[in-house]
């Protein structure tokens, strides 16, 4: 078989066990034939398997590396982890780690993702259609640091400890976010069209959360600011509308500013647009 620079991979069967995939990226996969995919080892439970068990393998005529999934893989981990470059869809939904310690390239998935989604992420741009778990754009478990760069979309909404130690990076979020919403945050931006549940921002360093809906209660540890905030508001507002539409007209409110958490070192900032 010859080579190719992308793939197509069908879901035929649903593994007796969680899969790791973190072996299936379009930089590493460029250049190999189907047969060679389809005998990639995936670990399953504490064995391994082989890629074609699973799924269905099709080479595709690309002018980039791209991995396209179909299928439902609620039961499939570590899709796109530490991926540097190139396109992975999915058509359906994910499990746990979407796009873990991801550096560069795009993920899109139309459904919906487990936990820990975008944790450590530090470039790319990853999409979410659906709803994404708790700790996304949060810190792997045991580490310090949280996203450190690139994009997070999510069109759902997201459970708790959304950008839990988020230190850089853009977070958007169409839908509602659980509880501790950018708790522990560091800096980088989240910015939230729908509600926030209890505890948002608690513990909250440093970094900009920006209330595009309905305005959150503001916590006792947090105090409004006199600050004139309105050229950055003009290019953090412009910046947002470039990014997704639900953002627009932002540039034409005067947002309120408050500042905390004041139990923590209290740089963080909110601006309250809705």
Known sequence: MSAASGFRLRLRAQPAFRVDMSPVLPAALA????????????????????????????????????????????????????????????????????????????????????HLAAC????????????????????????????????????GNAGARLGDRMRRGTVLLLGDAGDFCASRMVAGTIALAGRTGAHCGYGMRRGTLVFCGPAPEVPATFAGTAHDVRVFWALLSRSLAAQDAAFAGLAARRPQRVVGD??????????IAG
């Open 120 to 155: 450590e992420m530090a470039g790319g741009r990853l999409e979410v259609r659906g709803d994404v778990g708790d700790f996304a754009a949060g810190a792997l478990p045991g580490s310090m640091d949280g996203m450190r760069g690139g994009t997070l979309v999510v069109r």
């Open 262 to 271: 004041l139990a923590a070192d209290g740089k963080g900032e909110w601006l």
């Open 31 to 114: 250049g190999s034939s189907a047969a060679d995919v389809a005998r990639i080892a995936l670990r399953h439970g504490n064995d391994h398997l082989a890629l074609g068990e699973l799924f269905d393998v099709g080479a595709l005529e690309t002018g980039a590396p791209e991995v396209r999934l179909e299928g439902d893989l609620a039961r499939f981990d570590r899709i796109g982890q530490g991926m540097d470059g190139g396109r992975l869809s999915v058509a359906g939904s994910v499990g746990d780690y979407l796009g873990a310690a991801m550096r560069g390239g795009g993920i899109a998935v139309d459904g919906c993702a487990g």
